[in-house]
């Protein structure tokens, strides 16, 4: 949302519990009360990875990892810089990289992101050295003040040998300064498996890089902000800040579990929907705010065939984008998205359905609670999370009681179930935590429904989840005050939510959501009506 400008382990009774929690340290229309609201398909038992495919995948996670994979030198902006043409590429194909460094050489190093015994990732690749050069200044396309590198290539590398998974490819300057180009090596398919869906259409929206995002111009303001932007050039600061804040440790965590696992991302999902099939979950990670229709079509298709679904953030699936393709004719290399400029669109007079505005806006309302349960409500926040049902399944072995609360976990934005928007039912409410956003007094819910299919679908009702995986870690300096009880409580709860996921349509087997929209926020209010 436009407000998110910085981005911001057994099962143990309570006292036991939160004992070792604190030894853990070293290890449209719709109306909102918020702040800031500007066939075997379907029934059967889900298909299970072949042998040899596990077989691939625990030898990979046996291999020794590779703790130098952090930048330790940042660097001027200009010492090393640079981006892939393609956001994702399967196993063994081929992919440019556009770098343009001040000093005579750079080499690159491919890490792939795991849990690997701690280090948390396993270098698998690297280039000889490569000739390096300044490259020329950026283009500017004044229509849609998009801002576009227009680099020469700098070399191709074949992802041969790559297992699946996210992957950080480092810059190393010469003179020892480092960035980062993130890159999924995606699965073909995810029968009988978890799916991780990267975000990367709101890595780029936030990216300033050439001075320009989907939220300001050079000068900083929202009037002269991209309307399209462009993954033809690099990430501003280190390259990686959107993956390392708010998916990374969701991957360590799902790796380290040792869960069928497949790599995707939202706008592989929109161009090609048939990854979903026969995927027992899929995962929408920390900050997830851009969609395509089609990808959120496919999605709740996926989920009413019975993939179960998990929102581990929140501000998902919050704006309407529409990918355009690139220099050369590359599909989706530019997000566009208008915003409350929607009508300046030229797309928009033959395709009144597609305004590229917030999902829940006119022409072509649609709010993003039917699908996820919760409704994005506001920025900004921090508060405390706590715990509405201290029995539910998902908090199992985490010794909370009813009430308990966790300082910080709530924020920078936050999601809530809202009577009156489109909200799948019965849902429940298992979290309920009163806030203060801009003087306004509400709540942030993590709520729980099913679907006919047996689905399951979950939603955290805040950004920091994923981040609080990393508390008291002093990971990426984003801790927001959590602390090492908070870790182990949200770690916890998320290996029970993932185990549970990967097991197949969790409907199935865990008890029936209990609707207490009514008892949570008074007798007028209903969860709406079953999808």
């Known amino acids: 949302m436009d407000g998110d400008r910085s981005g911001e382990p057994g099962g143990l009774d309570r006292r036991h519990f939160l004992g070792a929690a604190a030894a853990a340290a070293g290890a449209a229309g719709v109306s909102v009360a918020g ?113 576009r590198a227009d680099w020469d290539r700098s070399l191709r590398v074949r992802a041969t040998g790559w297992p699946e998974g996210a992957y950080l490819l480092r810059l190393d300057a010469s003179n020892g300064h480092q960035r980062y180009v993130p890159l999924i090596v995606r699965s073909s398919q995810a029968r009988g498996r978890t799916l991780l869906m990267h975000a990367v259409a709101t890595w780029q929206a936030y990216n300033t890089w050439g001075g320009f995002s989907l939220y300001q111009g050079q000068d900083g303001g929202y009037g002269t902000r991209s309307l399209a932007v462009s993954f033809d050039r690099p990430y501003a600061a280190d390259g990686a800040e959107k993956f390392l804040v708010y998916e990374r440790a969701a991957v360590v965590l799902a790796e380290r579990l040792g869960l069928p696992l497949a790599y995707t991302t939202g706008l592989d999902v929109h161009l090609d929907p048939s990854v979903l099939k026969g995927a027992t979950a899929a995962l929408s990670l920390g900050h997830d705010e851009y969609w395509t229709p089609q990808q959120r079509e496919h999605v709740t298709r996926a989920r009413d065939a019975g993939t179960n679904l998990a929102f581990l953030g929140a501000n998902t699936c919050f704006r309407r984008i529409r990918p355009a393709p690139g ?56 508060a405390p999370y706590v715990v509405l049902d201290g029995g539910h399944w998902l908090f199992t072995g985490t010794g909370v009681d009813d009430g308990d609360a966790f300082d910080h976990l709530v924020g920078v934005e936050y999601d809530r179930v809202t009577p009156g928007a489109p909200t799948p039912a019965p849902l429940e409410i ?95 209010a209903g969860a709406g009506a079953p999808v």
Not at 349 to 356: E, P, V, Y
């Open 327 to 382: 220099p050369g004719g590359a599909p989706a290399r530019t997000v566009v998205c208008y915003k409350t400029a929607y009508q300046d669109d030229p797309y928009l007079l033959r395709h009144r359905s597609m305004a590229t505005t917030d999902f829940r806006q006119a022409p072509a309302a649609d709010p993003e609670s039917s699908l996820t349960g919760v409704l994005y409500e506001g920025y900004p926040t921090d």
């Open 430 to 524: 298992i979290a309920h935590s009163p806030l203060v956003c801009n003087g306004r007094h509400s709540h942030s819910d993590s709520a729980y429904y099913t679907v006919p299919s047996g689905a399951g679908v979950f939603a955290s009702g805040t950004m920091r989840w994923v981040e609080a995986l990393m508390a008291g870690t002093h990971e990426n300096g984003r801790d927001h005050g959590m602390d090492a009880r908070t870790r182990a409580f949200v770690t916890r709860t998320t290996e029970n939510l993932l185990r549970a996921f990967a097991a197949g349509p969790c409907g199935r087997d865990k008890p029936r959501p209990k609707d207490n929209v009514r008892r949570v926020y008074g007798a007028g």
């Open 35 to 147: 702040c800031d609201s500007g066939s075997e398909e379907r029934t059967g038992p889900r298909a299970r990875p072949s042998h040899e495919a596990r077989r691939r995948e625990e030898a990979e996670r046996a291999r020794p990892g590779s703790p130098d994979w952090r930048i330790h030198s940042v660097g001027p902006p200009a010492a090393v810089e640079g981006y892939a043409d393609r956001v994702s590429v399967l196993p063994g194909e081929e992919f440019g990289l556009y770098v343009s460094t001040t000093t005579p050489a750079f080499r690159v190093s491919a890490y792939r992101i795991g849990w690997y015994g701690g280090a948390q990732a396993r270098l698998v690749w690297r280039s000889d050295r490569v000739d390096g050069r300044k490259q020329g200044r950026p283009l500017f396309l004044q229509t849609t003040r998009t801002v």
